[in-house]
């Protein structure tokens, strides 16, 4: 595939992966949590506990805003701070049983939700969709593109960058 049908691929592609997010979350809507708290729990789902300075880094954040999202979760009971175990002077931030527990349900009810919109599609669309989780997960795994992408104009038409 060269350059340009990726490029065709992502301006079909990258357009529907908002909106199909939102399909699913808008049948099941969560519970009031804010956005920043919604990552910081996702987040934490998937990383177990860490440190409040790893959480800033892995939600974008600076510290303090890190630390005010995790003082209202603290608040709601839904994680706690407690001493890392490698370096007692240190913080662990991590879901309490009663987190854990909205997080499974709420994931349960989206999933369950979600399955029943993907019935709606003949079964060869579902096996095309289960065929591409491969591709996805791995387009996953690499992480945003560099920041230094190239402009679109500047490339040739045989998809390097073209010379000065």
């Known amino acids: 595939m060269s350059f340009d049908e990726s490029l065709q691929l992502s301006r079909q592609l990258r357009p529907m992966l908002p909106r199909l997010y939102h399909l699913s979350r808008r049948r099941i809507p969560g519970w009031d949590l804010t956005g920043s708290q919604s990552s910081a729990m996702a987040t934490l789902v998937d990383r177990g506990p860490l440190r409040m300075g790893e959480l800033a880094a892995l939600e974008g954040v600076q510290l303090p805003s890190a630390t005010s999202v995790v003082n209202g979760l603290v608040k709601l009971g839904l994680v706690e701070r407690r001493a890392d175990p490698a370096d007692r002077r240190a913080v662990v931030i991590d879901l309490t049983a009663k987190g854990r527990r909205q997080v499974d349900q709420l994931v349960e009810r989206r999933n369950h939700s979600f399955a029943l919109l993907l019935e709606r599609l003949p079964a060869q669309d579902r096996r095309l969709l289960q065929d591409a989780l491969p591709a996805v997960e791995r387009l996953l795994s690499m ?12 490339r040739n038409t045989a998809g390097a960058p073209a010379a000065d």
Do not use: L, M, S, V
């Open 143 to 154: 992480g945003p593109a560099p920041e230094n992408t190239p402009d679109p104009e500047a």
